[in-house]
């Protein structure tokens, strides 16, 4: 999709109606909800055109083009969006996408910190700031992220099983313990978590710990597999 199609389709809907800014932006937000990403982007530059002091149309477009791998436009939406109201969390996480997008990871780092400044508890911005620390190689912010994001969190294993990873990477073992000891209490029949735990103990020298965990392992296999091996109910005919 480009910007000059997305021009041409936006002036045949403005052609079609007179200018009405919000039933512009409500219709952008459903046709993009439906998938029509064209259509959506079409009308949000409607919307912007019609207010051009609106911020909000800039913020909606720059994720349609997001999405649709138009980076560099999307981050220059985002940024139009950040002139007229640069106190908006959502268009600093967004010009935070954007930037990585295009390669610029400091400026992605630049803007997400930002965002989170401006909204404490803003999940997603910490989710990706956090990545984005992970994978520079910036371990010990990364793991901060992650444990306020488990904090708000706290039953959600993927993130739990993240940061017991990113804790033993980073050398931080019995934090890595605690946290997989945690996801072995929320899910006591999954097998994984005593495994990894049974490992890391067994690297600690927790000898007496890491059997405990392998005597649970072999005891969930020898159940799995007693489930599996169930003799048939005999046959009615």
């Known amino acids: 999709m480009s910007l000059s199609g997305i021009g041409t389709a936006c002036l045949l809907l403005w052609a079609a109606a007179p200018p009405n800014p919000l039933a512009d932006m409500n219709a952008g937000v459903q046709a993009e909800q439906e998938g029509d990403s064209r259509r959506a982007a079409a009308l ?18 720059a994720q349609v083009l997001l999405k649709v791998g138009q980076a560099p436009q999307a981050q220059q939406w985002a940024g139009e969006a950040l002139r007229l109201d640069p106190s908006s969390p959502r268009a600093w996480h967004l010009l935070s996408q954007a930037d990585e997008a295009v390669g610029d990871v400091a400026g992605a780092e630049a803007a997400d910190t930002s965002a989170i400044k401006l909204r404490p508890d803003y999940f997603e911005a910490k989710q990706h700031l956090a990545q984005l620390y992970w994978n520079e190689g910036k371990k010990d912010p990364a793991i901060q992220l992650y444990v306020q994001l488990v904090a708000a969190k706290p039953q959600d294993t993927s993130l739990l ?10 050398g931080r073992v019995e934090a890595a313990e605690q946290a997989l000891r945690t996801l072995s209490e929320i899910q006591p029949d999954a097998p994984a978590w005593h495994r990894r735990l049974a490992r890391l103990l067994e690297g600690e020298g927790k000898t007496a710990d890491a059997a405990e965990e392998l005597d649970k392992l072999s005891k969930l296999s020898g159940a799995q597999k007693a489930r599996r091996l169930r003799p048939l109910p005999p046959s009615k005919r």
């Open 44 to 61: 949000f530059v409607q919307a912007i055109r019609e207010s051009p002091g609106w911020t909000l149309p800039r913020i909606e477009l």
């Open 161 to 170: 099983a993240l940061l017991a990873t990113a804790e033993e990477e980073g």
